[in-house]
């Protein structure tokens, strides 16, 4: 077996579950359970939820709960992400369903599984690596606002579950402004009840599940009380049995390109969470291919059973890392949660206010929004701020996918520009005694990175050079060099060897080299000796010309 192939083997099992997943569970695994039990009650609704709000109904976001949370538990890269449902799925999802149906999602959720596990195995997890920090914190910000923005419209009116406009911060407004005012006043009640267990109790001691007590406490006063409090409400009590979804030629070329960008939703979404939920719990590194990995397991295992795409959800993940969630086994214990409301404990659910739940949402997005790091990024550098301001506005306003793209934009512009300023081209002495018609000669090192964005300054800079017989380009110090800055190199030797200026080249190095003989630098040079390795022999070479070049002119004269 060579080298390469044991590379590949290497990787692959790295990919699947080992022991060491489940090193901290002696220590851990009181208060995993608590955290997915909390966890579980938690996604509940929301998984309800979000299946209604995409138009595949309740049933299929508890599959998507149970079966993707189980699934990506086990083979995700991350000990404490929560995996199921999203509200971001839920905008890409509705769409399809308009257009293809119902039917349509269980295809899609299979074919968008095997993209992000193919990007997995190729090793794509990586690339999340190269979002900034400010875009991350800008991320986690703007995804804290839309959580707790979300919870205001089912505080505002019992008889409002959803948002009532797309932008959930303009539908949070519209709510307060036709809000019920006696279900508010109880709605606030609640959720002041629940924000002080889940703040106040651990203070006591932290092994207390704040936002479990909270929930119990404000489910039993709802129970004794008249309230015009809503509760969750009836839940399905079966699931279907897993079956193949239709995949002939016609559904799979209609579904290519929505299940493309569901992959990528769920890809980007899942590696951000974990990422995030790696800098909130001391549970060590996430492993972004592995992630991959277990996000497209699990919406494969959601397609076969009926349900929709999953990612990894950043707020059950906040809820399950705040009620001591530390191993897979909190989060894994979450879907087996779900799987027992389902089977045994539907009933005592359903009593459950929605606002006791909104509560520990609005607890754990308030907890999400770090003010002192947002101050930080904005007294860094204008690129920083702009780029993170920009992430915060994108996800609340637009899209957390189009919000991470315009802030890897905003940074990528600010850094292309800042290598950019440092590309430069020098004209230094020539070494050695002076000859005396040195200033024939012009000896010009290029410093920093030659690419694209400087390349037309640097041509300017070189061609314009007036009264010099030689140019000798000292290329040693040059950091980068891309396909634009060879062929500024090349256009530049052409202009100045039409104008009788002859060009040498010093100090090419060994990873350049290539790249200039493809596109065609050397092959502009006047002779393959114009080519040198040390400065003293290309000056030589260079005085040598211009006295040569001077005598030619004064015998032409005589």
Known sequence: MNARSSQGLDHL???????????????????????????????????LGFGISSGVGAEAGLITAIVAGLIAAIFGGSHVQVSGPTGAMVVVLAPVVATHGIGAVAALSLMAGVIVLVAGVLR??????????????????????????????????????GASHTNVVVS???????????????????VVIVAACMIGLPRIHAAIPGSLIGIIIVTVAAALLTTPLASIGELPSTLPPPSLPVLDPATLRSLALPALTVAALAAIESLLSARVASSMAPTGRYEPDRELVGQGLASMASGLFGGMPATGAIARTAVNIRSGGRTRLASASHAVVLMAVVAVASGPVEHIPRAALAGVLMVTAARMVNLRTAWTILRSTRADALAFVATVVVTVSVDLVVAVLIGLV?????????????????????????????????????????????????????????????????????ELLDATGARTLAEVVRHLEARGVTVLIKGVQDGHARLLRRVGVLAALRHVNHLFDDLDAAVAHARSHVVRERSDQARAST
Not at 440 to 466: E, K, Q, S, Y
């Open 172 to 190: 949070a407004v519209t709510a307060l402004s036709t809000a019920d005012p006696t279900h508010l006043g109880w709605a606030l009640a609640a």
């Open 410 to 478: 905003v940074a990528g512009v600010f850094a292309i520009r800042s290598l950019a300023g440092i590309s430069e081209v020098r004209r230094e002495p020539l070494p050695g005694p002076p000859a005396p018609e040195d200033h024939r000669i012009a000896l010009l090192r290029l410093d920093g990175p030659l690419f694209f964005a400087p390349a037309d300054r640097i041509l300017d800079r070189i061609t314009t050079l007036d009264s010099v017989s030689v140019v000798i380009l000292r290329m040693s110090q040059l």
């Open 13 to 47: 099992r790295r990919l699947l579950p080992r022991r060491s997943d489940y090193r901290e569970l002696p220590r851990s695994w009181r208060s995993d359970l608590m955290a997915g039990l909390t966890v579980g009650i938690v996604a509940l609704p929301l998984a």
């Open 124 to 161: 794509l997890g990586r690339a999340v690596s190269f979002i900034p920090w400010p875009v991350i914190e800008g991320f986690t910000l703007g995804i804290g606002v839309i959580i707790f923005a979300q919870q205001v419209p089912s505080l505002a009116d019992p008889g409002e579950h």
